[in-house]
């Protein structure tokens, strides 16, 4: 299809515990990207995929986040042991070249 | 100081005015200039792209890239309620796999 499919919409996570959230990006986008939405508008890179590959990782936090693009599956994103700080909308985009991205959704994370 | 910086808003406008909404930015390696519209809990849209430097129209929309001051913008002609949205300018490099850099937005209100 035509766009970037991206689940949950909504999920609510207590402080400490997992979080995972998904994304099926355009067929035949062979780019992928992560981004977290907080403070209304400020968007901030955190990953980017080439096929299955990581192409950039510069924006994200390590310790915690992790990401995954394997071939017939979504894309994932995980945080391991979420922080109120976690709390944004993160986007996910994908592209076949350097102007056409196209966003999901999104997916609203609350840790409480 | 961001790489990017755009006017947060709002900016308040008659239905039919002409609205123009402008980003500054600092880095020269930007060869594409996008902007995006992004309705209130949904994703971002891409509007319009723009490669170097020049003046793109499309229907109501046009896109002004000035590389020499680093300075792009948007117009919109004939601006309608349904144009209310946050609007959102992207930049990124030569490479489709580079991230895109955005500007903070900027709130537009169209009232009837």
């Known amino acids: 299809g035509e766009e970037v499919a991206q689940t949950p919409k909504h999920l609510v996570r207590g402080e400490g515990q997992k979080a995972k959230l998904y994304c099926a990006p355009i067929?035949?986008?062979?780019?992928v990207f992560w981004y977290q939405q907080v403070l209304k508008n400020e968007f901030k890179f955190l990953i980017s995929f080439q096929n299955e590959n990581v192409f950039d990782e510069t924006g994200m936090p390590k310790e915690r986040f992790s990401a995954k693009c394997l071939p017939n599956s979504p894309c994932s994103l995980e945080i391991q042991a979420t922080k109120l700080e976690d709390s944004a909308v993160y986007f996910c985009?994908?592209?076949?070249?350097?102007?056409?991205?196209?966003f999901g959704s999104g997916t609203r994370l609350t840790v409480v | 100081q961001k790489e990017v910086e755009q006017d947060p808003g709002p900016l308040s406008v008659p239905e039919g005015a002409i609205v123009s909404l402008n980003c500054t930015y600092s880095n020269s390696a930007f060869q594409y200039f996008m902007w995006y519209r992004q309705y209130s809990r949904k994703g971002p849209e891409l509007l319009m792209y723009t490669y170097s430097s020049g003046n793109k129209e499309d229907g109501r929309f046009t896109a002004q890239v000035d590389k020499s001051s680093k300075y792009i913008s948007l117009f919109i002609r004939d601006s309608q309620p349904s144009d209310s949205a946050t609007y959102l300018c992207?930049?990124?490099?030569?490479?489709?796999?580079?991230?895109?850099?955005f500007g903070g937005g900027t709130r537009l209100m169209v009232k009837p």
């Open positions: 992207a930049m990124s490099d030569n490479n489709a796999g580079n991230m895109l850099t």
């Open positions: 985009a994908s592209s076949r070249n350097p102007y056409g991205y196209t």
């Open positions: 067929k035949g986008h062979s780019y």
